[in-house]
């Protein structure tokens, strides 16, 4: 579904990422982990095309998008959630996830589904009136989340869900992306918490300063000395 060939990405003089190639298969849930600065938003950045790539391509079923821009990628398939979940904290709950769907016309599939993101969070509907800006942490991430369906991405690209979330939403919230997940959309998701996200994930990538260093299935990566002592408390 998508390819990932050969990126180099750079910040003026840094070098982001140094040749970095993935692939994900329609259906799966694949993370990616590794330590802070390991560049694993810049590779969400760049997938979803707010970041462009100097040297490699990018191929999503069957189409090369590295050099499109942003709103064309949307349109094709891939919806990002960034780090720290901006929402539109001036406009209500039920504004921020219109503006999700502003690149779609087919208004019968847009209220169908708003009513799936209702279904999968109930709490946006018991807020929909409510200023985004005024949601607890967890509320903006559903809200987030919530947005981004709403564009209905067959790639949903997550970074970070978890950050600063207490234990028993976070585990809400990979509940719910295990659900999103199972009614169709295959997810890439960047975490800090590597136990949680191999526990969930079909296959997994871990990335060291700019590059890829190991990749395999969830259940080998957990069970890897490397990936225990690096990311996973040493035991
Ligand atoms: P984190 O979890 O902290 O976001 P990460 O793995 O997502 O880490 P990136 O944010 O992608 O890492 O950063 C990769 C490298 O690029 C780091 O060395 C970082 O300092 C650098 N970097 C990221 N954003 C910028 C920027 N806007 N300008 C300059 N350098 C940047």
């Known amino acids: 579904m998508l390819k990932v060939e050969d990126i180099h990405v750079y910040y003026g003089n840094i070098h982001a990422l140094k040749g970095v190639s993935l692939e994900i298969n329609e259906g799966e849930i694949v993370t990616l982990i590794g330590a802070n600065g390991a560049g694993k938003s810049t590779l969400l950045k760049t997938i979803s095309g707010l970041l462009k790539p100097k040297q490699g391509q990018i191929v999503f079923e069957g189409k090369a998008i590295s050099a499109k821009a942003a709103q064309t990628i949307v349109k094709q398939g891939i919806s990002h959630v960034p780090e720290g979940r901006r929402v539109f904290a001036n406009m209500t709950v039920g504004e921020n996830l219109e503006l999700g769907a502003f690149l779609r016309k087919d208004k019968k599939g847009i209220k169908q589904d708003m009513e799936m993101v209702y279904d999968l969070f109930p709490r946006l509907l018991e807020r929909l009136k409510q200023q985004a800006g005024t949601l607890s942490g967890g509320e903006q991430q559903m809200l987030a989340m919530g947005r981004a369906l709403m564009a209905k991405p067959r790639l949903l690209l997550l970074d970070e869900p978890s ?73």
């Open 163 to 235: 950050m600063g979330l207490a234990p028993l939403l976070v585990k809400t919230i990979f509940r719910i992306i295990e659900e999103i997940n199972v009614t169709g959309t295959t997810v890439l998701l960047v975490e800090q918490n590597a136990n949680l996200a191999l526990s969930i994930a079909d296959r997994a990538y871990v990335m060291e300063t700019g590059r890829i260093v190991l990749s395999g299935n969830a259940e080998e990566l957990t069970s890897s000395e490397k990936v225990k002592m690096a990311y996973l408390g040493g035991s």
